[in-house]
């Protein structure tokens, strides 16, 4: 056995601790980062939201962006349809800074380029491509699911200035954008219209700009400014427009009356009434309505509702109403014709208000007032009322007619003279036209006979008396011609007076003859004026054979 000497001792070795090595620092710092980085992206990741539109133009996923100010503050990620499919709904992932403008108000829409009748918008994207803007709202309530626009906003929430309601009868040539001016300098823009609840009209929506929006007061008169406004006046013809964009495309001017200019602005969607023109809308308002009832037994045609009632050429209301009112058991026919009177206007300032609805014009009819219908235009041939006094009528006073009070009417002008053509047409239907036609056709054709006669007698005179006459003249002439040689002769020969006056003088014996061809032609004349005298027909017939004595 081997001694215990000999046996090894065991010894007893610490265990030793585990130690990190090199090769694993870089996966775990890796991770780090990674987990940093994917905190960083959580914490940094902005909102998702879901925008509808009616279509997809212009949205691309992955590709196109979502801008605000210009700035890049998401993406569209998805475009899918929706579940009734009647839109596109694009899913949008936006930065976090983009967090807070998720309201009730925003607003998005498609930015690409647009060609419409007020402006052309949208032609930077033709490079860059379509985008989608954003207009951020005011309101304190979240959204995450919105509809968008199928146009841009004309105005945007951050752009100062104040909205105002317009009312109108029609919207005319005005659509969203039709440019609103004041004195001729565009202040604003129209941004929306609609038709009222009840289908009686069109509200329109105008913003104005600032500081323009402190001209708008609570007096102030808005007119569409479209077209010409062409006038007639004592001054001659005027022709009124705004700018070549409201002639083409529609506008909206105001004014305020000078009256009113210190007045403080109106309020924030104060509404207006839209009217037709600046002549109308610079009237003075009307604050009396009176309406009466006007029967008229003749034919209106060619009178509309709207057409103006005067008074000696001011006009001091319109017709509202025509209708027909026929007796079943006459058989007669009369027009009723509702008309609704403003009697402010037949007032001086002085002595408007306070009176009894009625009274003015019940005076007025007692003195003799009527109602007439009046031709306006004959190229047209529309009809007016006219108020006017007829003293030559009869008494009347104001009568009550379905629970309205009647002006008592009188027959127009023109049917009047319808009446005249027609006893004019009477009359010359009872005369004797064809004995007279005839008779006429007799008398001409003895003129006939007699121009004929005459013109033959003519020829006559030509032919017969003509050649004698010009005969006779020619002698005289030449007897003149004679006459005058002599005298020539006869002053040549002053200076030998002696031998003149002697009795074989040459001079002596032309003097001579030349009377005596003086004293035959004296006679031809004599005796062309005695035959003349005894024949004057002769100028006619010419001479022929000479009556017996």
């Known amino acids: 056995m081997p001694e215990t000497g000999d046996i090894p001792e065991a010894r007893v070795t610490p265990h030793r601790r585990w130690s990190l090595q090199l090769v694993w620092l870089i996966p775990v710092v890796a991770a780090l980062i990674g987990g940093w980085l994917a905190v960083k992206a959580v914490l940094e990741r902005g909102p998702t939201i879901s925008i509808s539109f009616s279509t997809a133009e212009g949205l691309e996923p992955q590709k196109t962006r979502v801008k605000y100010r210009n700035v890049d503050i998401g993406r569209v990620t998805t ?39 007020t402006q052309i918008s949208g032609l930077g994207t033709l490079l860059s491509g379509a985008y989608i803007g954003m207009d951020v709202g005011t309101s304190k309530e979240s959204k995450s699911e919105f509809v968008g626009l199928d146009v841009p906003p004309i105005v945007t929430v951050d752009l100062p200035g104040r909205h105002f309601q317009l009312r109108a009868d029609d919207l005319g040539s005005l659509d969203v954008g039709s440019p609103v001016y004041f004195r001729r300098v565009q202040v604003g823009s129209v941004v929306a219209y609609e038709l009222d609840p009840r289908g009686n009209g069109v509200q329109l929506r105008v913003f104005i700009n600032a500081p323009y929006d402190r001209f708008v007061k609570a007096d102030t008169r808005f007119w569409q400014a479209s077209g010409f406004d062409l006038a007639v006046d004592a001054n001659g013809l005027k022709l009124n427009t705004e700018s070549i964009a409201s002639v083409l495309l529609g506008g909206v001017s105001f004014q305020t009356p ?13 509404s207006f009434a839209l009217f037709l023109d600046r002549g109308i809308a610079m009237r003075l308002p009307d604050t009396a309505v009176e309406t009466y009832t006007l029967v008229f037994d003749e034919s209106v045609r060619g009178l509309t509702a709207g057409a103006p009632v005067d008074f000696r050429g001011v006009v001091v209301g319109e017709v509202v109403a025509i209708d027909v009112d026929v007796d079943a058991a006459s058989g007669e026919a009369s027009v009723p014709v509702q008309v609704r009177l403003y009697p402010d206007r037949l007032r001086s300032k002085a002595k408007r208000g306070g009176s009894v609805p009625g009274a003015l014009m019940d005076k007025l009819v007692t003195r003799g007032l009527r109602a007439q219908l009046r031709s306006g235009s004959l190229l047209t041939g529309k009809l007016f009322v006219a108020l006017d006094y007829f003293p030559d009528e009869p008494k009347a006073a104001l009568q009550k007619r379905a629970g309205r009070s009647e002006i008592p009417t009188v027959a127009s002008s ?32 003895a003129l006939e006979d007699t121009l004929a006669a005459t013109g033959r007698a003519v020829k006559r005179v030509d032919s017969d008396l003509t050649p004698q006459a010009g005969r006779t003249l020619n002698d005289l002439s030449r007897t003149l011609d004679s006459v005058e040689k002599s005298l020539a002769a006869a002053q040549r020969s002053l200076a030998g007076v002696d031998g003149v006056l002697a009795e074989d003088a040459p001079m002596q014996r032309d003097l001579r003859d030349t009377l005596r061809e003086i004293a035959r032609a004296g006679e031809a004349l004599r005796s062309l004026a005695d035959y003349l005298e005894r024949n004057p027909g002769a100028i006619l017939r010419g001479r022929g054979e000479e009556p017996a004595q």
Not at 98 to 110: C, G, K, Q, Y
Not at 258 to 270: D, M, Y
């Open 258 to 270: 000078a009256e009113s200019a210190q007045t403080p602005p109106a309020k924030e969607n104060t």
């Open 414 to 445: 023109l049917k009047g003279l319808q009446a005249t053509v027609l006893r004019l047409a009477r009359k010359l239907d009872k005369l004797p036209l064809e004995a007279t036609v005839a008779d006429a056709r007799k008398a001409l054709a």
């Open 79 to 117: 475009v899918a349809f929706s579940e009734d499919r009647k839109q596109v709904v694009a899913t949008v992932e936006l930065s976090k800074q983009a967090e807070a403008f998720l309201v009730a108000d925003t607003r998005f829409w498609v930015v690409r380029p647009r060609v419409s009748g």
